[in-house]
C-alpha cells in the first residue's frame, strides 16, 4: 500500500483540532524549504520549541499544548524531510548534523527568537540535546523526553520489532509496533491513526551521528531536565537514567511511572505536564538525583 496524502493530511488536521488553545500555523521559508509551525500560547511568553520523535509529527503534542502554553509561546515543528506539513520542494532537505542545526538557527530566526527554551522527544530529544550542545547561546533551558541516541543505545528486541516497519513500512505494520512497545494499553485512535500512515510518508532518510562525548556533555550549559520513561521498550531506562545522571550531574533526572517510550507525552500527560511547567516556570530548578 502507498502513501495516502488525503488521509494523512486529513489524519493531521484531526490530531491538530484536539489541541484545546488556539492554534497559529506557520510556514516559514529557509535554505532546505518550507517548515511548519503549530504556535499557541501569549505572543510575548518565553519561546518553547517543541521537537517530537521519529514517526510522530508536530501535531502530536495535543496532550501537552494546553498545558505549556499557560505560561510559554509554543512552536510545535514539522521536521523537513519527515513525515508532516513540512515540505522541501524543489530544494533538498537537511542531510548532514550541521544542516539541521543550521536549519534550527532559521527557524528561530524567522520566529525573531534569539534564544529559547527546547523539549525533544526521542530522536527530537538527540536533537535538542545535540543543538544546546553547539549553540549553547541559543538554547535556555532543556528537557529530554525519553531520548534516544544521547546516553544509551537500543535494546536488540526494539530493533527487531521495528524490522519490518523500517523495511516495508505500512500502518498495519506501524500500528502492530506501537501496541507492541505500548504494552497493549489503550490508545487513543486519532494518533494511532496518524502514527501508522506517518510509517507510509516517503520521507528522506532521518540524520543520525554518534551520542555526544562525554566532555561534551559535561560543559553542557543550559539547564536539563531529563524524563526516562520507565517501561519504554526501547531502551534500558535504569541505564538511561543512571548514565544521565552521571554524565549530567547538575541536570534533574526524573523516571516517569507506568508509560513507554512512545507513549509517554500522550498516556500520562498530567505527571509529564506538570514536570515540565514546573522545570520551564520562571526559576530553573537546582540539580537532582536519579531516582
Do not use: K, Q
Not at 521559508?29 to 508536530?58: E, I, K, M, Q, S
Request: proline share 11%.
Amino acid at each position: 500500500m502507498g502513501f495516502d496524502r488525503s488521509a494523512f493530511l486529513s489524519a493531521y488536521d484531526a490530531l491538530l483540532d484536539r489541541w484545546p488553545v488556539p492554534v497559529d500555523t506557520l510556514d516559514l521559508d529557509t535554505p532546505w524549504g518550507t517548515t511548519r509551525v503549530n504556535a499557541a500560547g501569549p505572543p510575548d511568553a518565553p519561546p518553547l520549541l517543541l521537537l517530537h520523535g521519529g514517526g510522530a509529527t508536530a501535531a502530536s503534542w495535543w496532550a501537552n499544548a494546553a498545558e505549556l502554553a499557560r505560561t510559554a509561546r509554543v512552536y510545535a515543528v514539522d521536521r523537513i524531510g519527515e513525515a508532516g506539513r513540512s515540505a522541501a520542494g524543489d530544494r533538498t532537505p537537511p542531510r548532514t548534523v550541521d544542516d539541521l542545526h543550521r536549519w534550527l538557527d532559521t527557524v528561530l530566526d524567522a520566529l525573531g527568537t534569539a534564544r529559547a527554551d527546547l523539549c525533544g522527544h526521542s530522536y527530537g530529544g538527540w536533537i535538542a540535546l545535540g543543538y544546546a550542545l553547539r549553540r549553547p547561546d541559543r538554547v535556555s533551558r532543556l528537557a529530554l523526553l525519553d531520548p534516544t541516541g544521547c546516553f544509551t543505545g537500543y535494546r536488540p528486541s526494539y530493533l527487531l520489532h521495528a524490522a519490518p516497519v523500517l523495511a516495508r513500512p505500512s500502518e498495519r505494520r506501524a500500528r502492530a509496533f506501537l501496541a507492541w512497545e505500548t504494552g497493549g494499553v489503550p490508545l487513543d485512535p486519532d494518533w494511532t491513526r496518524l502514527y501508522g500512515l506517518a510509517a507510509t510518508f516517503p520521507a528522506t532518510r532521518p540524520v543520525t551521528g554518534p551520542r555526544p562525548a562525554p566532555a561534551a556533555l559535561a560543559a553542557l550549559e543550559a539547564p536539563c531536565l531529563l524524563l526516562p520513561a520507565a517501561d519504554s521498550r526501547t531502551h534500558h531506562p535504569a541505564t538511561l537514567a543512571a548514565r544521565a545522571a552521571e554524565l549530567l550531574p547538575r541536570a534533574r533526572v526524573r523516571t516517569l511511572a507506568g508509560v513507554s517510550h512512545h507513549g509517554l507525552p500522550y498516556l500520562r500527560p498530567a505527571e509529564l505536564n506538570a514536570e515540565l511547567t514546573a522545570f520551564l516556570g520562571p526559576s530553573s530548578p537546582g540539580p537532582s538525583p536519579a531516582p
